[in-house]
Nanobody
Framework: QVLLVESGGGLVQAGGSLSVSCAAS????????MGWFRQAPGKEREFVGG????????YYADSVKGRFTIYRDNAKTTVYLQMNSLKPEGTAVYYC?????????????????WGQGTQVTVSS
């Protein structure tokens, strides 16, 4: 059984930083591209960024580029999302997802497995 479990969400003030993580089990983690998505209240889920199998290549949505960093530790089967300079519009449930493709995809339909999400709230 594949499990993706996010943790580390919480409340942070605008301009602050927060790191969330996603621990994976039940899959060959190093063979999966990992993505991060978020869903704000009343809005569709959107791509935040993703990282390749090896961790060498990461791709970000324009809205977070330069502020967010994704990295992974294949030995710990965990992927991380470091969020800096957070904005109130970053308030959302953040989800990690796993995809067998070699390249990072922005389409949520491409991902095979999903976590349950972790809430991030950015106060103004």
């Amino acid at each position: 059984q594949v499990l993706l479990v996010e943790s580390g969400g919480g409340l942070v003030q605008a301009g602050g930083s927060l790191s969330v993580s996603c621990a994976a089990s039940g899959l060959t983690f190093s063979r999966f591209t990992m993505g991060w998505f978020r869903q704000a209240p009343g809005k569709e889920r959107e791509f935040v960024g993703g990282i390749s199998w090896s961790g060498v290549f990461a791709y970000y949505a324009d809205s977070v580029k330069g502020r967010f960093t994704i990295y992974r530790d294949n030995a710990k089967t965990t992927v991380y999302l470091q969020m800096n300079s957070l904005k109130p519009e970053g308030t959302a449930v953040y989800y990690c997802a796993a995809d067998t493709a070699v390249i990072v995809k922005t389409d949520m339909g491409a991902y095979d497995y999903w976590g349950q999400g972790t809430q991030v709230t950015v106060s103004s």
